[in-house]
């Protein structure tokens, strides 16, 4: 299956909605009244299809992403197909959520700051950047902690100067003055910023320590030291460009990380904040595999054990 998605052609990159449908089809199907419903829509049906179609689009921008900054020798669509697998595997991660609108958000914000390297007046790419990153935090209000990852991009990508934090400032800052404005027009304008302040705060004693929570942590955990682990074998033999932009994927992965630890109130869904960089990591990892057979069976094993954990979890609630 996985020799399906090494090349960007038209066909293989549809072929990622058919690979989304068929990992996210069984919670659509089973899962109503066995999962929480959508925080976004109330329909169901609606609700399904706007996941299927929202992480369809996300692993489609994460591989032109890819692509476009030559963070990989070759053009193929790993990242993008590891991203929906990742993006599947928990129960908290099954439901269209305000998480992964905020991760669309990021997507195209990292899109925006890597465009910094190819201009020499990037106050434009600068403001857009922060700007989303700023309409990312309307819906899941720790994420205005990326303007930081903003911040450092600028600084890894181009020499600082005194005007780009003041352009990340208000980029970050005009979406909720417009959403502000919006609000107070409609009568509403002072329950923006108490609900900014319910949404975000440091609370690790939220943390569970059951056997399940346990697991879930740890299954992050080793992602994450397995994505450090290969941190050299990423950045090797590339250009100075895609070196730079490489480490803003590793801040931005650590960003995720603390995004989810100041998101209120704490879930394991919050672990999807980091499923965009995870999955270019395990995208890239397996292609540098030099034995493709190996590849297709990792991939298969993994494909086939979210399919199987998803029949035993509703199995077990039925």
């Avoid at 905020?102 to 201009?119: C, R, S």
């Avoid at 994420?143 to 911040?151: A, S, W």
């Avoid at 004693?205 to 682990?229: C, N, P, Q, V």
């Avoid at 730079?244 to 879930?267: C, E, R, T």
């Amino acid at each position: 299956m996985l020799s399906l998605f090494r090349k960007n052609g038209f066909i293989n990159s549809l072929l990622l909605l058919a690979y989304t449908f068929l990992l996210q089809i069984i919670p659509a199907a089973l899962g109503q009244g066995r999962i929480p419903p959508s925080d976004i829509v109330r329909s169901p049906f609606l609700a399904s299809l706007l996941h299927i179609l929202m992480l369809f689009i996300q692993a489609i921008f994460i591989n032109r992403m890819v692509i476009e900054n030559r963070l990989h020798r070759d053009i193929m669509l790993y990242p993008g197909v590891f991203f929906i697998l990742y993006s599947s595997i928990l129960p908290e991660f099954w439901s269209f959520s305000h998480l992964h609108l905020a991760n669309f958000m990021v997507i195209w914000a990292l899109h925006e700051l890597f465009q910094i390297y190819k201009t020499s007046s990037p106050a434009v790419e600068i403001f857009n950047a922060s700007f989303l990153i700023g309409i990312a935090s309307i819906f899941c209000p720790p994420t205005i902690l990326y303007l930081f990852l903003i911040f450092i991009g600028v600084n890894n990508l181009k020499k600082m100067e005194l005007v780009h934090p003041i352009q990340i400032l208000i980029g970050g800052a005009l979406p909720w003055f417009l959403w502000f404005t919006w609000k107070f027009w409609r009568g509403h304008g002072l329950e923006v910023f108490p609900s900014f302040g319910n949404h975000m705060g440091l609370n690790v004693l939220e943390i569970g320590s059951t056997t399940a929570d346990m697991l879930k942590g740890g299954f992050f955990l080793f992602l994450l030291i397995f994505s450090i682990l290969l941190y050299n074998e990423f950045r090797k033999k590339k250009h100075i460009q895609a070196q730079k932009k490489m480490d803003i994927l590793y801040f931005a992965l650590f960003h995720s990380v603390l995004v989810g630890l100041f998101h209120q109130p704490f879930g394991w869904n919050v672990l999807l904040l980091g499923a965009p960089m995870l999955g270019i990591f395990a995208g890239l990892a397996i292609s540098h595999l030099k034995n493709q057979t190996l590849a297709e069976t990792i991939h298969f094993i993994l494909f086939l054990g979210v399919i199987l954990f998803q029949l035993f979890y509703f199995v077990t609630l039925a």
